[in-house]
């Protein structure tokens, strides 16, 4: 056999291995106690889930060990080590790190190559030239909707979902992040853009797809510490008077309810990454929770809504 052909048999292997054990991560993610009544509110909506947790497009690989998972989430918990992720996903290639510490000291930017080099993620790509490995997705989207349901699980202990696709929905079937929170379907949308790059019809799609959910609480959640209030906000405020019913009157306006964070009633919250994701996370869970019961209103999202 010529060695060309043994070269080929060698790589079609190591694909084929790579793939089996994105299905086994998967399939022990996806099968972890406490899924079955989250699946199980998506069943009752008449929801066919068809893919979840998928692992193909994270910036770390499947056979990542615990520890590995553990220091990347920590890191990644950092929005400076995000945004140093980010210029280098813009540069689509080799990269160095004078060129992707435009939000952090040099002395970062080395810190965060160091920490990516040592989990396997980093090689040189010349002099004071680096590149990630394995090839790397083109949008740190997936690996941010990996990272805000580990945040559900590891600091609020819900069972939760990311990167699922649904069959028998009216608006596409493609859910960011869900969750179970106290028998309650929570729903949320993640942005790795900058608001400057998030426009009005990705809100109307958050809208439509709050139809087919049915969540009873919903997060519009924008990765950045730049302030809401002079786009998102007003984009949403705009979408909510477009789907409103006049005959029902104007909803009421959406709520500062803490530092870039805000309240749009009955059951819709948006918030930013500033200061911290955790912390943004649990005040919109304890606001939810002192709602009177009278506001909570069981997914009624859309109550008076044009049709």
């Known amino acids: 056999m010529a060695e060309k052909e043994v070269h080929l048999i060698l ?9 089996l054990r994105e299905d086994v991560q998967s399939l022990k993610e996806s099968n972890s106690p406490g899924l079955f009544e989250l699946k199980g509110m998506l069943r009752r ?26 220091r990347f989430y920590d890191l990644f918990k950092k929005y400076s080590f995000r945004l140093f992720l980010r210029e280098i996903l813009i540069r689509k290639g080799a990269f160095r790190v004078s060129e992707v510490v435009r939000f952090s000291s040099a002395e970062t930017g080395r810190k965060y190559l160091h920490s990516l080099i040592d989990l396997g993620l980093v090689e040189s790509a010349g002099v004071n030239k ?44 493609d859910y960011d992040v869900i969750a179970c929170l106290e028998g309650r379907l929570l729903y949320l949308e993640v942005k790795s853009s900058p608001p400057k790059n998030i426009e ?47 005959g029902n009157g104007p909803w009421p306006p959406l709520q500062k309810i803490a530092d870039e964070i805000f309240f749009a009633p009955p059951q819709i919250y948006v918030l930013s990454s500033k200061g911290s994701i955790t912390k943004n996370l649990a005040i919109c869970f304890q606001h939810h929770f002192a709602l009177p019961s009278m506001e909570f209103g069981g997914g009624d999202f859309l109550g008076g809504r044009k049709r």
Not at 45 to 51: I, M, T
């Open 45 to 70: 909506r008449g929801l066919a889930p068809y893919r979840e947790n998928p692992v193909h497009h994270l910036l770390f690989p499947p056979t990542f060990r615990e520890k590995e998972r553990e």
């Open 200 to 246: 009005g019809d990705e809100v109307h799609e958050f809208f439509s797809r709050l139809e087919d959910l049915i969540p009873q609480v919903a997060l519009f959640f924008v990765d950045t510490e730049l302030r809401l209030i002079d786009k998102i906000v007003p984009i949403f405020e705009a979408e909510r008077l477009a789907q409103r019913d006049p």
């Open 130 to 173: 680096y590149r990630l490995l394995p090839p790397a997705t083109a949008s740190l989207g997936p690996t941010l909707e990996w990272f805000m349901a580990e945040i559900l699980r590891k600091e609020f202990y819900c069972p939760a979902l990311y990167g699922l696709r649904c069959k028998g929905t009216r608006f596409g079937g």
């Open 11 to 19: 790589r079609r292997l190591q694909k084929e291995i790579r793939a």
